[in-house]
């Protein structure tokens, strides 16, 4: 329509100019350029013009975090067994709860045992469900966290804070802060917080509200379960004799295994050479370990015999006084003298770590208190005790 009232205009014009040969010049070039972009412009005025987005979509913004997490070290990696199942599964749905229900979580466990690979298998849980966290040791902790929008921290190593008072000061303030925002903690350790030392009782106190869960030494077949794991992870084949030497070998201790294992690969690439049980030995270089099957034999035929007690019940659940007393003897001697973990003594007798302790310290007190005893135990081990 616009169009042709245009058109219509412009012959109104023409007509009325024709006698004037100039301005008839004039109005030409109007009608043949002026007159299409006036009529282009009109067509855009006309054009609908979207109406603007009043709720744009938001942006993810990125997950903050702070410190250096192994992508590596994730729940799925983490081998479970009876001395940690428990600490795993609490701590798992502790970060995958939305809930607080307990605010913090302290972890108590030896070196080379698991609680750091816990603490970075949280971290990567954190960024998996894009929730910000901070990652660090107990002498770097942060000092103010307010307006990060931090949504759990995890500190590890919490023994270092031991002689150093302003470093435990800025702890208790960073616990009050998390508790009073409700923000998820994990506090990992080798020591329980009433055993720490040079520390001031009431960032004990704090530490020890939190829930406290223990990871246990290694046993036989959680230690076996991380060899073939970490013998994928390098690549290294190794014979079912080897994996299980080597989870004998450093049963107590992950970063044992590691370290093993590190030294088995080297020695394939630079030798050649597959790792046989002969190949392993050489490497070891330490045939305590590769005797401890054989000298539990020993130690117990020859403790039966000194007490009148039959390997067979050694072994069983009697526990008449010659039998338990035998029992315990054997006990004492495998943990304290072949330097075997609770739990490796305990799989010896199939009883838990805690019946090999209760052994130990009764033997232990004999040995101050009874001159017999003392006696007869020096005679079945080539050392004093």
């Not at 023409?14 to 350029?33: H, K, N, T």
């Amino acid at each position: 329509m616009t169009s042709n009232r245009a058109t219509g205009r412009k012959l109104q014009i023409l007509s009325a100019a024709a006698e004037d040969p100039q301005q008839l010049d004039l109005l030409s070039f109007i009608s043949e350029f002026a007159l299409p972009e006036i009529e282009a412009k009109a067509k855009v005025k006309e054009t609908k013009v979207p109406r603007p987005v009043l709720n744009p979509p938001k942006v993810a913004t990125p997950v903050y975090f702070h410190g250096n997490v192994s992508s590596e070290k994730s729940f799925s990696r983490f081998c479970v067994g009876k001395s940690n199942q428990f600490a795993f599964e609490a701590i798992k749905r502790f970060i995958q709860n939305e809930r607080n229900d307990f605010g913090m979580i302290f972890l108590k466990a030896d070196s080379g045992l698991g609680k750091t690979h816990l603490l970075h298998a949280c971290a990567n849980e954190m960024v998996k469900l894009k929730k910000s966290f901070y990652f660090s040791s107990a002498l770097t902790l942060p000092s103010d966290i307010s307006g990060k929008n931090v949504e759990a921290l995890f500190i590890d190593d919490v023994e270092d804070v031991e002689g150093k008072p302003e470093l435990q000061k800025v702890f208790c303030q960073l616990i009050d802060y998390v508790q009073a925002k409700k923000i998820k903690m994990i506090v990992a350790g080798s020591k329980l917080p009433k055993n720490l030392m040079n520390c001031e009782e009431r960032l004990k106190r704090k530490l020890s509200s939190a829930l406290i869960h223990h990871i246990d030494e290694l046993d036989s077949e959680l230690a076996l379960e991380i060899v073939e794991q970490r013998s994928l992870d390098l690549e290294l084949a190794l014979p079912e004799n080897v994996k299980k030497l080597v989870s004998q070998q450093t049963g107590t201790n992950v970063y044992g295994i590691e370290s093993l294992l590190y030294k088995f690969k080297s020695s394939e690439e630079i030798k050649g050479q597959k790792i046989t049980m002969e190949v392993a030995l050489e490497e070891i270089k330490d045939k305590k370990a590769i005797q401890q099957s054989c000298d539990f034999d020993f130690i117990l035929d020859s403790v039966g015999e000194s007490f009148g007690v039959s390997r067979k019940d050694l072994l069983s659940g009697k526990r008449t006084m010659a039998v338990a007393e035998a029992r315990h003897v054997a006990m004492y001697i495998l943990k304290e003298k072949m330097e075997l973990s609770l739990m490796k003594v305990g799989e010896f007798f199939s009883r838990d770590h805690t019946s090999v302790m209760y052994a130990v310290a009764r033997i232990k007190k004999q040995l101050n208190d009874d001159p017999k005893i003392r006696t007869k135990i020096e005679g079945l081990i080539s050392t004093p005790v």
